[in-house]
Structure formats: C-alpha cells, structure tokens
C-alpha cells in the first residue's frame, strides 16, 4: 500500500467514523472548522519546513504527486483525519464519561 492509500483510507474512516462509530457530526459543526482553520496553518508550516528542507522526503512512486506549501496533498488528508479523529473520540469518550457520573 502507498501513502496515497493509506492517506485516502485515514480520511474515508475518519469520516465515516465519526458519522457512524461515534455519531458526533463534527464535519457539520462551526466549531469543528473553526478549529480546523487554526490547526491548518501550523501543519502547513511545518509540511513545508520538512519537506523544503528534505528532512522529509517521499518517494515519487509513493504519492499523486500534487504538493501543497511543498508537502504532498495526501499530508493534507492524513492531517485532516488526525485531527477528525482525535477530535471526534475526545467528544465521544467525553460524553461517556458524562453518562457515568
């Protein structure tokens, strides 16, 4: 599998994880964005500090080859499903603590 693959597979479960596993809808919330939009361009920064450099470095056979601020855009679907996933499970695993107490 390449990192193409695994990038677009992290993204389609991310996604459907949280509209089915978690059942939080975070992708249909304001603050979910919001939060995205703050994240994006640190990870921006540092995609492009990393890969500029050649500290980071990708196979061409391994990705699209379309770059964004010098990263591969399969770093901006693998940093989206992160930060869905982080994000949709600290939401769940917060509301079952709720039902707990």
Not at 2 to 7: K, P
Not at 28 to 36: E, G, L, Q
């Amino acid at each position: 599998m390449i990192y193409s693959d695994i990038a677009i597979s992290a993204f389609a479960i991310a996604v459907m994880a949280d509209l089915f596993l978690f059942k939080n809808s975070m992708l249909t919330r304001a603050a979910f964005w919001s939060s995205y939009a703050i994240i994006l361009p640190f990870q921006l920064l540092t995609n492009w500090w990393l890969t500029s450099r050649d500290i980071v470095m990708y196979s061409p056979d391994a990705i699209i080859g379309i770059r964004f601020c010098s990263a591969p855009i399969e770093d901006l679907l693998f940093g989206f499903a992160l930060v869905l996933s982080v994000l949709g499970m600290w939401e769940f695993w917060g509301r079952k603590g709720l039902q707990r107490n």
